[in-house]
């Protein structure tokens, strides 16, 4: 089970603008010392190219499941047909704006057993950087005919030049601006909604802060004198704080296990903000999520993206816990946690009285309609009313406890009464399924998962397999046995 990486149609398009690079990656392997200089030779055997700045923010949040417009400025060269190609493989609808004047800033790194011997870089000196194109504010304004959650990636390449008019109409628009800055000139930035620079880049600006207190008050000071919405310092090892203009500042650790490389973590930190306020999630939790995703994209070589996958695993999301086997309260809880993540829930009932093959087909088959399978298994007095005073074979904490060890199944809950439409009702979820040959108006709970928009679906019974055959051949098996 899995956080869907499918943009939900609820969820607001995210847009990143800001300067768009190519990152190369040159790997081979070294062990000799070059007799023309003390510097090591690296013998190449591969190169790879990934999207580099507001690229990767956009890659990142399309790898989570966001829906991402990217607006950059690139060379006519084939850097940039290399760029732009790379941008549509991740699913990203490129906006990239050719010029002349400039060529398309590449990165080159050059790496031997896993490590970075040397960059170059291959780009415009900042005396020479040429005004944004004019198309920019034009190729923004068009995208903001939709709601939008907008970050603004400056890496001081050009592309941003003129940011404050760029935050300014996205505001007036009424959409999300997020900026991750460059520089010491924050003002540039008035009026965001929120600034996420590490805390080098905050220090640069407001002074060097001795603890938490003196970051909190500094960026108090910033937002009232920018008219920002907040501020989220990021704080390598020691996490980071988020900073409202109104309202108790928010310290996380770091969730970082191993620090291999920090390359476009800062990237992967506002893609993961985009990405959850876009599915409506409140800043403080999308801060959470993102403090997450960054301690993976540390962990990771280069500018590599995270998934909503791994998000989930990291925070203890994922399935095979040992809450799976859930009362009505923790429930309750766990469906409305899932809904704020917007997953997909996808329930099914049944005795599961002896577990075979066909049970695992059909429950595996139930689960690939959505990203949280609940089981709701008949109590023991439930299925002795259902099957006659010989069932249930086995008791209800066995075949609950037999059930959460599958794959596929997320959460186990019992009911007591004969058909389970009464918890139905309670949940509510996406689908509900059925197997064998049931009409959906049969169907226990189907009324009200449909009134409620959700689907109801009957998936095919896998003929041969049934609790009732095995106990009947057990019992042949026995009497010629005896």
């Excluded at 009313?385 to 199944?409: I, T, Y």
């Amino acid at each position: 089970m899995k956080l869907s990486t499918q943009a939900r149609s609820d969820m607001r398009p995210v847009v990143i603008v800001g300067d768009v690079m190519l990152d190369r990656y040159w790997r081979g392997q070294t062990g000799r010392i070059s007799p023309e200089a003390p510097v090591p030779i690296v013998r190449v055997t591969g190169c790879d190219e990934r999207v580099g700045g507001a690229a990767n923010v956009a890659a990142n949040a399309a790898a989570l499941g966001a829906e991402v417009t990217l607006i950059g400025v690139a060379g006519a060269d084939a850097d940039a047909d290399r760029l732009e190609a790379l941008c549509r493989e991740h699913g990203l609808h490129p906006c990239l704006l050719r010029d002349p004047r400039t060529p398309t800033t590449v990165k080159l790194r050059v790496m031997a057993q896993h490590q970075q011997l040397l960059r170059l870089d291959f780009e415009a000196a900042p005396e020479d950087l040429p005004a944004a194109p004019p198309a920019l504010p034009n190729a923004l304004a068009t995208v903001l005919e939709r709601p939008s959650v907008v970050v603004f990636s400056d890496y001081a390449k050009g592309a941003l030049q003129d940011v404050q008019a760029l935050i300014s109409s996205t505001r007036a628009a009424g959409h999300f601006a997020i900026v991750d800055p460059k520089g010491r000139d924050f003002s540039r930035y008035t009026g965001a909604d929120l600034i996420t620079p590490n805390l080098a880049e905050f220090e640069a600006v407001v002074g060097r802060c001795a603890d938490d207190q003196d970051i909190v008050r500094r960026a108090r000071e910033l937002c009232a004198g920018l008219q920002l919405g907040a501020v989220l310092v990021t704080r390598g090892e020691y996490g980071m704080s988020l900073i409202p203009a109104a309202g108790e500042p928010l310290h996380l650790e770091t969730r970082a296990k191993a620090v291999f490389d920090v390359t476009g973590a800062g990237d992967t930190v506002c893609a993961a903000l985009a990405w959850s306020l876009a599915r409506g999630e409140a800043l403080e939790r999308a801060v959470e999520l993102a403090n997450t995703a960054a301690g993976l994209a540390v962990a990771k070589l280069g500018t590599a993206v995270v998934s909503a996958h791994e998000i989930e695993e990291s925070m203890g999301l994922h399935a095979h816990q040992e809450s799976a086997i859930l009362e009505k309260q923790t429930l309750h809880h766990a469906i409305c946690e899932a809904r704020r993540m917007g997953l997909r829930i996808v329930m099914t009932n049944g005795c599961f009285d002896i577990l075979h093959v066909g049970h695992v087909r059909y429950l595996e088959e139930a689960a690939a309609l959505g990203d949280r399978l609940l089981v709701a298994v008949n109590s023991d007095a439930s299925v002795k009313r259902l099957k006659g005073a010989s069932r249930p074979v086995n008791s209800l904490q066995d075949r609950m406890e037999v059930l959460r060890r599958l794959a596929a199944v997320d959460w186990v809950v019992s009911f007591d009464t004969d058909t389970p439409r009464a918890l139905i009702a309670e949940v509510l979820p996406d689908v509900l399924v059925k197997g064998g040959d049931y009409r959906v108006e049969d169907i226990a709970g189907a009324e009200e998962v449909l009134a409620a928009g959700g689907r109801v679906l009957t998936l095919a019974f896998h003929e041969g397999h049934s609790t009732t055959s095995l106990i009947e051949r057990g019992s042949k098996v026995g009497e010629r046995n005896t």
